[in-house]
């Protein structure tokens, strides 16, 4: 080994130190291995709380703390050290102790030079194991996730890079999508991804109150501002100072409010209702609309001015029958966690129960497929959710029937000239069946009679190609 190569490092942990000084002796001989040695169990769980082992042999029984409790407190706070047991008190009883509190393995003492090697070597593998499937899972998790939002689909990969562009800044942000497309779900992901994280997110929904009190709501009032004002209030624009206020379907502000909001934006000064001194605040807006702006803005229900202030960045959230691939992946997330709300083992869906929710147009969007599956896991008495937990509007969902997507359009016969090249037939039938099932490529794919992966790989290519 090289004198620049970094050891493994391996802790040893026992009371009484011929042991561990024979242990230390046959690591050290084998000149891979960077040992320390701890003579009681609180200078065993210091060591471990404080440096990073690969393996960690500590004793079944020490006079302050025993291996059992040690592996228990390491293991709650996360430590990902491989520990292996050592006790003379050898039985299955202890064995089988140690194993369910985490530990990796177990030796007898006086333990075997050749036992001791191997199940280092075997700890040292399964550490470096455990490493790369936790590296895959942390990858898979940055390509499916951003934050708390799901999503596998290329629009969603193209909002997370987005979203990940735009936290960082101060920029005010515009947010558009339908109803229940999760606009308050992606403010608060910016937020959370913001220097501002520390300071408060407050979410108020403008279409929700009247101007008089919208007013009192988002700037404060002084004791006496209007009838029933019967003491100082402070506005949620001061509650958000430092952090991040998110002003949902803001089309629906008061048009004589607008002007107000846009000072505010400007200059970061307001008056509360009432009163005849200022008050300034640090704080980012975040808005959103299920409505089209620019045709607010025509009918007079939104400020022009205000709407170009806030779209500084403008995001716009796909439906759900948009990106129809990401509904087993959102699905089974909502499972998980309404499973264990509800304590709850279920292990997934029933393929017609899938087939249902992929063959769903959702109009509610994520919204709507949160309370399908909070639903279904409270009416299913199974392992799996089947048809029947659903709501009915949704488990009578058929597919598009094969006439309208079998030849690309609904109906109509896609003609080929003599002479076209392979590749390009198959281009034009992947495309036009693809439209005939209103771009949903699950359905297409199994009217092609290919996997998803295969058209989702063919259609990458179409696009690096600049085809599509």
Known sequence: MGQNEIKTRILIADDDESVTFAMESILQASGIYEVHTASSGAAALKALQTRAFEVAFLDLKMPDLDGLE??????????????????????????VAAMRCGAYDYLPKPVDSNDLLRVVQHAIERSALMRQNQQLQNQVASLTRYNTIIGKSAAMQTLFQTLDAVAGSDATVLILGESGTGKELVAHAIHQESGRKEG???????????????????????KGAFTGAVKDKKGLFSQADGGTIFLDEIAEMPFELQAKLLRVLETGIFRAVGSQSETHVDVRLLAATNQEPQQAVAEKRLREDLYYRIAVVELELPALRERIEDIPLLANDFLSRFAAANAKNIDGFAPETLESLLNYDWPGNVRELRNAIERAVILCRSAVISPGNLPPRIKKSAPLPATACETGYDGEVVVFPVGMPLAAVEKKMILDTLAGCKNNKTRAAKVLGVSLKTLHNKL?????????
């Open 70 to 95: 040690i592996i228990e407190r390491v293991k709650n706070a996360g430590v990902t050290t491989e520990i292996i047991m050592i006790t003379g008190h050898a039985s299955i009883d202890t064995a």
């Open 460 to 468: 990458g290519r179409y696009h690096e190609d600049g085809e599509h």
């Open 200 to 222: 408060a997110f407050v979410a108020v929904n403008c279409a929700a109150l009247p101007a008089t009190i919208l007013e009192s709501e988002l700037f404060g009032h002084e």
